[in-house]
């Protein structure tokens, strides 16, 4: 297991859904809790030309967590996933100090 100087510990209903970290001196550790629903007046005829638009997707109210850093010597994003999150759902962050972390689920 790699190891990092900071770590976040990130619960949904108590269930453990990362342990992340970033294998660098310098970096960004992130967690975020967004909800969006879009206005679909802004789509415009220059998005629904691209082929891989999707608008029902694009359009589709969404909350969702997000865990994810960024080795700022490197430049490389990285993720430990997207999280959907319904109405009553409870996320729990534990800033823990340095040490081991889950490797990441792919590029953010």
Same mark, same amino acid.
């Not at 430049?75 to 993720?79: D, L, Q, R």
């Given at each position: 297991m790699p190891t990092s100087p900071a770590r976040f510990e990130v619960f949904v209903n108590g269930r453990k859904v990362a342990l992340s970290g970033v294998e660098a001196t310098f970096g960004v550790l992130s967690v975020s809790a967004h909800w969006v629903k879009r206005n679909p007046t802004g789509v415009t005829p220059k998005m629904r030309a691209k082929s891989s638009f999707d608008e029902e997707s694009f359009l589709r109210e969404a909350c969702a967590l997000e865990v994810g850093a960024l080795n700022t010597i490197t430049? =490389?994003?990285?993720?430990w996933g997207r999280h959907e999150l319904k109405p009553g759902d409870e996320v729990?962050?534990?800033?823990?100090?340095?040490?081991?972390? =889950?490797?990441p689920k792919g590029d953010a």
């Open positions: 430049n =490389e994003h990285i993720s729990t962050l534990r800033v823990l100090p340095g040490g081991e972390f =889950e490797a």
